[in-house]
């Protein structure tokens, strides 16, 4: 091992802090919150008990908590959630704690944990916790193994867990969880795993049937129009952050209709980890897809060693999309035989309902009109660089957010000075990290 490290440990400062509702800045929070570690101690490999870096949800809150004794206390409220999925998109979802996907719940291995839920949806709905080892009692299922939670009730479940790993809770009732009705339930080790990670990001894939100017999914509906990483598609998605050389852990959770694969650009990285836990350092092997399927979670990690801005995405070609139909209304879609002229005033017009810049599009051939097939990408260009800005786009390139639609993000590997200018307009203090490989 050479050099040294710095880490960064939360204590119980980022639960019970009422994070919740600060979703613009989570990230921020949680960084500011995070106690660094006192110097003397950074060789040390075994964080103090009670510790562990946290995952950052991006666009999703953390769930706070409460003790009680020795018993860590979360409150969830299952209700319909209002969810803007893209600037001139806002569905009607159902979700937890005003949120969709619902906060995200962090516990250490070996915690005692109680959930009080409160069902104010309008009808019986109940809680489930996937992949968890807990009483048939606590599995949420209903009539199986416990009644409904009708309207208007209160249900309490209280475990111990013993696993560590990415699980999830959701309800466990078919077309509640084509509402939305799932969130994180990351179990963080005893023991911190090896090789450490700087960065610990979470993402949640769902997809969306939503008819043009209607707020409503359609959950009996198998074809999707709309595709969300944490519950919002590209450009809103938050770019995730990673200083350069850092080790990045990303964790995906799919809960829906299909099954994703995901893709890295610029890097490799290894499979640490599924729904059941890690996986052994014997079984990791370079990619840079991971097929995440439905129920199922994948953990990836990988060293960030080349800067840029390098897209992570749903590979399914109409899963790199956006429906434009919302922005047609009743209108229809010209896209055969039409004129360069046209197609522009089509476009032209649609930019007017919201407020995009409206890009002229890429050059075509002067021929382009006699092409069979013409246009496929040609005329789609939509930038909106100011309508998604946030710190964490601070310096992308111009009219970046026309290259970003449907499930997609991007990890923005920065060296030291750009990244600490990013944390600066997030308000985070600058945390030099002296980051080296245990090799
Ligand atoms: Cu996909």
């Not at 208007?152 to 999830?168: A, W």
Request: hydrophobic share 35%; proline share 9%; charged share 20%.
């Amino acid at each position: 091992m050479s050099g040294t490290r710095r880490r960064f440990f939360q204590d119980a400062a980022i639960f019970g802090a009422g994070l919740l509702g600060m979703s613009e800045s989570l990230q921020a929070q949680n960084e500011k919150r995070m106690p660094m570690r006192p110097r003397e101690a950074r060789h040390e490999h075994t964080p103090p008990p009670g510790t562990f870096l946290p995952m950052t949800t991006p666009d999703v809150a953390d769930l706070p908590h409460e003790m009680d004794g020795k018993v860590r206390v979360f409150q969830i409220v299952a209700e319909p959630v209002k969810r803007k999925i893209a600037p001139f998109k806002t569905i009607d979802a159902w979700g937890y704690n005003g949120s969709c996907p619902g906060p995200t719940i962090q516990v250490h291995q070996g915690d005692r944990v109680r959930v009080i839920f409160e069902n104010r949806l309008p009808e019986s709905t109940s809680l489930h916790w996937h992949g968890l080892e807990i009483p048939i009692e606590q599995d949420g299922v209903p009539y199986i193994s416990q009644k409904p939670v009708a309207p208007g009730e209160k249900y309490v479940y209280e475990f111990t867990v013993h696993q560590e790993g990415t699980f999830f809770y959701h309800a466990h009732s078919a077309m509640q969880e084509m509402m939305g009705q799932i969130g994180f339930f990351v179990s963080h080790p005893e023991k911190d795993y090896r090789p450490r990670v700087d960065h610990d990001y979470g993402l949640i894939l769902q997809e969306w049937a939503v008819l043009p100017s209607n707020t409503v999914p359609n959950t009996a509906s198998m074809e999707f129009n709309w595709l969300t990483f944490n519950g919002v598609s590209a450009p809103m998605t938050t770019p995730l952050l990673a200083r350069l050389g850092s080790r990045v852990r990303l964790r995906i959770l799919n809960l829906g209709m299909d099954h994703h694969p995901v893709h890295l650009h610029g890097h490799q990285f290894v499979v640490t980890g599924t729904e059941g836990g890690r996986a052994p350092q014997s079984t990791w092997y370079p990619m840079n897809t991971v097929l995440v399927g439905v129920a199922q979670a994948r953990v990836v990690e990988f060293e960030a060693k080349y800067p840029g801005a390098w897209m992570i995405h749903c590979h399914l070609p109409h899963h790199m999309m956006n429906s434009m139909m919302d922005l047609l209304s009743d209108r229809p879609i010209e896209t055969a035989d039409q004129t360069d002229m046209k197609a522009m005033s089509q476009m032209e017009s649609l930019a007017k309902s919201v407020p995009f810049e409206h890009l002229h599009h890429a050059p075509i051939a002067q021929n382009a009109e006699s092409v069979p097939g013409f246009p496929q990408d040609a005329f789609m260009e939509m930038g909106m660089d100011e309508v998604v800005e946030k710190p964490e786009t601070y310096g992308l390139p111009r009219n970046w957010s026309a290259g970003m639609m449907g499930m997609m993000t991007m990890i923005r590997v920065l060296p030291d000075k750009e990244y600490e200018a990013i944390l600066a307009r997030k308000n985070v203090p600058s945390t030099p990290m002296e980051h080296r490989h245990e090799s």
